[in-house]
């Protein structure tokens, strides 16, 4: 059974970088076609997708976002890391991590998320 | 970037109905799109991929159809576990965008 958990800071300053990892059980971060990401959801707003990471460490992030972001992982500890640089109070939202799916047919849908984390920016 | 933007934004709906759900892309493709079921306070599920693939475990009356620039997400008699926010998300360029949401209320 695959899972994905979040954890990392609740509150950040402005102006602070952002650290969040998701620890992943049920498969392999270095398996053939997996990919595990980030999306994010401010409150009462839509679902924002941030950046995704591959099983060979290639890298996708969002257009909008690419110059704040950077996402890596560490397959001993079986995590996935994103920070997110120069934190604003917009940036407040649930962060979900997610498993990209893998199919015959080449969906990339996010089949698996995590519960998310609720990380608020405030001075 | 393709984005998505759904209609209605909200829809009041009762046990029973038939809902129609609709996500337009800014630009054409086959059929990289799915569909996630949001409650409150709980991370979204998959219902649909490719545009017509039912998840495994969701039920069947819920289905997805369209290409190109339009979809649509149907439900089929409504039941009090579907009201929730409708998203759609597109995953064609190896980016991944989401429409806007679509909440289902009790008439």
């Known amino acids: 059974q695959i899972t994905l958990k979040e954890s990392g800071p609740t509150l950040v300053k402005p102006t602070q970088t952002l650290t969040l990892a998701c620890t992943i059980s049920g498969f392999s971060l270095t398996s053939s076609g997996v990919g595990v990401g980030w999306t994010r959801q401010p409150p009462g707003k839509a679902l924002e997708w941030l950046a995704l990471i591959y099983w060979d460490d290639d890298k996708a992030y969002s257009p909008s976002l690419k110059n704040r972001l950077a996402i890596t992982k560490d397959t001993s500890k079986k995590q996935v890391v994103l920070t997110m640089t120069s934190l604003d109070p917009v940036d407040t939202a649930t962060y979900y991590c997610?498993?990209?799916?893998?199919?015959?047919?080449?969906?990339?849908?996010?089949?698996?998320w995590g519960q998310g984390t609720l990380v608020a920016v405030s001075s | 970037d393709i984005q998505m933007t759904q209609s209605p934004s909200t829809l009041s709906a009762s046990v029973g109905d038939r809902v129609t759900i609709t996500c337009r892309a800014s630009?054409?493709?086959?059929?990289?799109l799915a569909w996630y079921q949001q409650k409150p306070g709980k991370a979204p599920k998959l219902l649909i991929f490719?545009?017509?693939s039912l998840q495994s475990g969701v039920p069947s009356r819920f289905s997805g159809s369209g290409s190109g620039t339009e979809f649509t997400l149907t439900i089929n008699s409504l039941q009090p576990d579907d009201f929730a926010t409708y998203y759609c998300?597109?995953?064609?360029?190896?980016?991944?965008?989401f429409g806007q949401g679509t909440k289902v209320e009790i008439k």
């Open positions: 998300q597109q995953y064609d360029t190896y980016l991944w965008t």
């Open positions: 490719d545009a017509s």
């Open positions: 630009q054409s493709f086959r059929s990289s």
């Open positions: 997610v498993h990209r799916q893998v199919s015959v047919s080449g969906s990339r849908a996010f089949d698996i």
